[in-house]
């Protein structure tokens, strides 16, 4: 069955720097990888969408990378703020199957 | 457009009882989507409902159960609760969860039910 593993312990960064969380994945190459973001209490909120055919996406801050040679996505928030404190959760989907299966997620917290 | 709705927000059972959360996804979207959420399991995907047929269906014992009517919305019923039942369960709302058209199976989620089972 398919594996999707995340960074279980939490990523501390400081206020300004660039924080990256890693996504492996196992066994099935999944067509896209989706990144939501999840703050305590509430449900995930899509933030990025990336497609096996591309090898990066950015938005704002943000950018996602997908190497499918590694099987891993890579997320960056570059300037990173308070604000970005939140758990990340990569979910890869495949062109076979409709039901999306998420990572245990990664909690970020940006000291000031 | 609405979010998301989920009903209701919190619930507190005892053990043995039953319960139906309820959602009703954004309109127009027409796949909807249960996960459990734990912190030990993380977040864990019950059924997805397509055009009110299951569409896909993970690991969970049948005391899990859901429905979806002609306008999409969706029922998730857990019977003969137990202790470890206890979790935030979310729902979540896609235009079609086609797999095929990656855009259009993002998902978007509820606030959740806090369900905690004494």
């Known amino acids: 069955s398919q594996k999707i593993e995340q960074n279980s312990e939490a990523l501390n960064i400081q206020e300004g720097k660039t924080a990256t969380l890693t996504c492996n994945y196992t066994?099935?190459?999944?067509?896209?990888l989706q990144w939501y973001r999840q703050d305590p209490g509430r449900g995930p909120v899509f933030l990025l969408l990336i497609r096996e055919n591309e090898k990066e996406k950015r938005k704002e801050r943000l950018k996602v990378t997908f190497d499918t040679t590694l099987k891993q996505s890579l997320f960056h928030i570059t300037a990173s703020q308070p604000a970005d404190s939140a758990t990340y959760l990569c979910?890869?989907?495949?062109?076979?199957?409709?039901?999306?299966?998420f990572g245990s997620g990664t909690r970020l917290s940006i000291r000031p | 457009k609405a979010g998301v709705t989920q009903t209701p927000r919190y619930l507190i059972k005892t053990r043995g009882q039953q319960v139906t959360l309820s959602c009703s996804p954004i309109?127009?979207?027409?796949?909807v989507s249960w996960y459990q959420q734990t912190p030990g399991q993380g977040l864990q995907f019950l059924f997805e409902?397509?055009?009110?047929?299951?569409?896909n269906k993970g690991n969970f014992p049948g005391r899990f159960s859901g429905r979806q009517f002609s306008n999409s919305r969706s029922e998730m019923n857990v019977s003969t609760l137990e202790l470890g039942d206890s979790a935030l369960y979310l729902c979540?709302?896609?235009?079609?969860?086609?797999?095929?058209?990656?855009?259009?199976?993002?998902?978007?989620f509820g606030a959740g039910t806090r369900l905690s089972v004494l």
């Open positions: 066994n099935y190459s999944p067509a896209y």
């Open positions: 979910a890869p989907g495949y062109s076979s199957a409709s039901k999306i299966i």
């Open positions: 309109s127009g979207h027409r796949s």
């Open positions: 979540a709302s896609s235009w079609t969860g086609d797999a095929a058209e990656p855009a259009k199976n993002i998902q978007y």
């Open positions: 409902y397509f055009s009110e047929t299951q569409r």
